[in-house]
């Protein structure tokens, strides 16, 4: 079983992400639901840009409908790899630290692309202090899951160093 210091630290990490996934989800949800509901009454005879995004934001520019879709797509991935994660991390066998790695990975990119928009939508313009704290947990959250999937990682070449390899006798 592996313990020690990448695996207390990867708990740590997994607990982390998983607070801060849950509050992008929340966030984004909230953006995509206000966005729905405001689009009927702030386009009053405008018509709204319907070829690049169906949904109308009246809030931000035209990179906050990918941005909150996508912020939303990666926190419910968060969500659930950090989840699954503080299970693998808790067997500690090097089976199961490789897949909460692995599942680490895929989460990270997908908060990359969100972040990636996030600096997109990043405008001088006013903005709801909601989209900004979004834009904020979205960058600080790639740089979390980046040290996540490391320390995952590091987690899962300690088990596998630490499990005797059976042969034959």
């Known amino acids: ?7 207390s630290m990867a708990s740590a ?19 995509i639901n206000y966005s729905i509901d405001e689009s009927r009454n702030s386009l009053g005879g405008v018509s ?18 990918f941005f909150v879709i996508f912020a939303l797509i990666a926190g419910v991935v968060g969500v659930s790899t950090s989840l699954t994660g503080l ?13 909460a790695a692995a599942s680490a990975i895929v989460s990270w990119t997908l908060t990359l692309l969100a972040m990636g928009l996030a600096c997109k939508e990043i405008s001088t313009s006013l903005r709801p202090p909601s989209l900004r704290a979004l834009e904020a947990f979205t ?10 999937a490391g320390s995952l990682h590091a987690g899962a070449h300690a088990a596998i160093l630490a499990t005797p390899i059976g042969g034959r006798v």
């Open 48 to 65: 709204p840009p319907v070829r690049l995004f169906p949904i109308y934001f009246p809030i931000g520019n035209l990179a906050t409908g």
């Open 87 to 99: 299970h693998d991390v808790s067997q500690g066998s090097p089976s199961s630290m490789m897949s």
């Open 139 to 148: 960058i600080i959250l790639a740089g979390t899951q980046l040290l996540c």
């Open 13 to 31: 990490l997994l607990f982390l992400n998983l607070i801060m996934y849950v509050v992008v989800a929340i966030i984004a949800g909230w953006a």
């Open 1 to 7: 079983m592996a313990t020690g210091g990448p695996s």
